[in-house]
């Protein structure tokens, strides 16, 4: 069974079977974003099983927030219009048991770290896992202020997911590369439109530094949207993020769009 290690101790992690599972065929592993409660908490299960079934390896699961300082437009759009339908913190378990009882992909929760401090971070972490959850991917948590949620994702067993950027420093990036397990997750500063080869090369280049700082799965989002997108990226990351592509695909064409456009994604992932 695959372990990854962290401080000392083993611990089994969904997201590293995955990825490793997705390794092992030759490719790079494909991660689809969703929006919890978006269009509706049953069209969010719905489209995640799709997900699963058309070509995806994990699932991340996005709390809607009233302040999304990190989301675009699309997401933005479709977590306003959750939350204004009435969408609770709470129903994201509802979302992730939905899609793991049905499916085999590991469903990871992406928030922001104050609805977790609100509810309580040990029992979110209970609940999550109960859920079948694999972990937590935190885009405003950083290592050095994140000890109460190490121990509780020790206790119940489950990923720390942590972002890395160009901006990292060394020392930045070997703290948060110790303080993950699944794997890491590698963003890019966006230029502005049109200007693909420059994101690209920054994004390879903090996929590189985190796997000198001893990385073993490090997954890459870059407003992907095509095969093409996925194939540059899996050239050199162990998985592809997807996240406003899905969201528009459930927004223009509901569950069917979500699982053509995941089965059109995943030709791109095989290793040249």
Same mark, same amino acid.
């Not at 000392?8 to 065929?25: H, L, P, Q, V």
């Not at 456009?261 to 040249?272: E, P, V, Y």
């Given at each position: 069974?695959?372990?990854?290690?962290? +401080?000392?101790?083993?611990?089994?992690?969904?997201?590293?079977?995955?990825?490793?599972?997705?390794?092992?065929?030759?490719?790079?592993?494909?991660?689809?974003?969703?929006?919890?409660? !978006? #269009?509706?908490?049953?069209?969010?299960?719905? @489209?995640?099983?799709?997900?699963?079934?058309? $070509?995806? &390896?994990?699932?991340?699961?996005?709390?809607?927030?009233?302040? #999304?300082?990190? *989301?675009?437009?699309?997401?933005?759009?479709?977590?306003?219009? @959750?939350? @204004?339908?009435?969408?609770?913190?709470?129903?994201?378990? *509802?979302?992730?048991?939905?899609?793991?009882?049905?499916? &085999?992909?590991?469903?990871?929760?992406?928030? !922001?770290?104050? #609805?977790?401090?609100?509810? $309580?971070? &040990?029992?979110?972490?209970?609940?999550?896992?109960?859920?079948?959850?694999?972990?937590?991917?935190?885009?405003?948590?950083?290592?050095?202020?994140?000890?109460?949620?190490?121990?509780?994702?020790?206790?119940?067993?489950?990923?720390?997911?942590?972002?890395?950027?160009?901006?990292?420093?060394?020392?930045?990036?070997?703290?948060?590369? *110790?303080?993950?397990?699944?794997?890491?997750? %590698?963003?890019?500063?966006?230029?502005?439109?049109? %200007?693909?080869?420059?994101? +690209?090369?920054?994004?390879?280049?903090?996929? %590189? /530094?985190?796997? @000198? /700082? $001893?990385?073993?799965?490090?997954?890459?989002?870059?407003?992907?949207?095509?095969?093409?997108?996925?194939?540059?990226? %899996?050239?050199?990351? *162990?998985?592809?993020?997807?996240? +406003?592509?899905?969201?528009?695909?459930?927004?223009?064409?509901?569950?069917?769009?979500?699982?053509?456009?995941?089965?059109?994604?995943?030709?791109?992932?095989?290793?040249?």
């Amino acid at each position: 069974m695959t372990t990854a290690q962290t +401080s000392g101790k083993t611990a089994t992690s969904k997201s590293a079977i995955a990825i490793d599972k997705a390794r092992a065929e030759g490719r790079a592993a494909l991660i689809g974003y969703l929006p919890a409660g !978006y #269009p509706s908490v049953e069209e969010t299960i719905a @489209a995640g099983i799709a997900l699963a079934r058309n $070509g995806a &390896d994990l699932i991340e699961v996005g709390i809607p927030y009233s302040d #999304p300082v990190m *989301d675009g437009p699309v997401i933005q759009a479709a977590t306003t219009e @959750a939350l @204004a339908k009435g969408f609770s913190v709470r129903q994201v378990f *509802d979302v992730v048991a939905g899609i793991t009882s049905q499916t &085999d992909a590991a469903v990871l929760v992406m928030t !922001y770290w104050n #609805p977790v401090v609100r509810m $309580g971070v &040990d029992e979110f972490s209970r609940r999550l896992a109960e859920a079948g959850g694999a972990g937590l991917i935190t885009p405003d948590l950083i290592p050095d202020e994140a000890a109460e949620w190490m121990d509780a994702s020790e206790k119940y067993g489950l990923d720390r997911v942590f972002l890395v950027a160009p901006s990292s420093t060394p020392e930045r990036m070997r703290r948060t590369v *110790d303080a993950s397990r699944g794997f890491v997750y %590698a963003v890019s500063i966006m230029g502005v439109t049109g %200007a693909r080869s420059s994101v +690209s090369s920054a994004a390879e280049d903090v996929v %590189a /530094a985190a796997k @000198a /700082a $001893g990385a073993e799965r490090v997954c890459v989002g870059l407003g992907v949207s095509t095969a093409e997108q996925v194939a540059e990226i %899996a050239a050199y990351a *162990d998985g592809v993020i997807v996240g +406003s592509a899905l969201v528009a695909a459930v927004r223009n064409g509901g569950v069917d769009a979500v699982a053509q456009l995941t089965k059109d994604l995943s030709t791109g992932l095989t290793r040249k």
